[in-house]
């Protein structure tokens, strides 16, 4: 491949990865709702249900015993994700919650070097201080200030960010439909065996299907999807990286659907965020570019 279309893919990779932050942002407004209607475990037991059903007709044959074990563990580890954050937006608001989570940028490189021993370059170090100093403004400036919510949601970025670890370390070695379609079925399993020790088990209301269906099918059939397949070719530092765009679209989508303000401290740590996927992935694809 000539580096001008190793230049493109990777850029590609990185537009893919930012549509998946995208989606997600979008989705802590549509869960803070859901969840005022309807009980947590409740609504992720059905969330990673409907996830793990839409993907099984296409990828349950390609997922041997060697990927449904990796899978599975690694889903454990992103159940207690979703569970502290979903938890947390019981407490918080929407643009807190996206921006405190986006705090797994500090912990996906530390957790990999601990981990596995990843090395980390001078440009994705200074990647991560930019969105690590844009977190810092973003929630730092909260006229809220620190609460419950906060600190669950805080729990919710270390268990991403070990997520993302574990995802570039193991995701070379599995198909990856049939890798993320096991650790939705790992989460659905997780969490129908809490619903009921925990909440009434009850169907829900029929204003809570619509969010049940967007998280289910777009913000985690696909988007985990498109998250394993573009974390085969990428590290997790420069996977966390792109992925601090969630909190910047959180942020957004508070203020358009939420009601949710930002004063010009927390538009100038948005502003770092954004320079911080500039600095590590944008700019090293043009250069490349050019190169070739």
Partial sequence: MSRVNSATVRLAYTLLLVGVTAVWGWTFV??????????????????????????????????????????????????????????????????????????????????????????????????????????????????????????????????????????????????AGALAFAQMLSMAALFWAMWPLFEPVFAPPPGVWPAIALTGLVASAGAFWVQTAVQQRISAARAAVILTMEPVFAALFGYWLAGDRLNPVQLAGAALILSALVVGEVLPALRRGKKG
């Fill in 30 to 175: 549509v869960v803070q709702d859901a969840i005022a209607a309807y009980g947590v475990l409740g609504f992720l037991a059905l969330r990673f249900t409907l996830a793990s059903g839409a993907m099984a007709p296409f990828v349950a044959r390609r997922a041997g015993l060697g990927t449904l074990l990796v899978g599975g563990g690694i889903g454990v580890v992103l159940a207690a994700g979703y569970l502290l954050q979903t938890l947390g937006l019981l407490y918080t608001t929407p643009t807190n919650s996206g921006l405190i989570t986006g705090l797994f940028v500090v912990f996906a490189p530390l957790a990999a070097r601990a981990l596995f021993g990843e090395l980390l370059s001078r440009r994705v170090m200074l990647a991560v201080g930019l969105s690590l100093l844009g977190m810092v403004l973003l929630a730092g400036q909260s006229p809220s200030g620190v609460r419950v919510g906060d600190a669950l949601t805080l729990g919710c970025a270390a268990a991403l960010g070990a997520h993302i670890a574990l995802l570039s370390r193991y995701a070379r070695e599995h198909d």
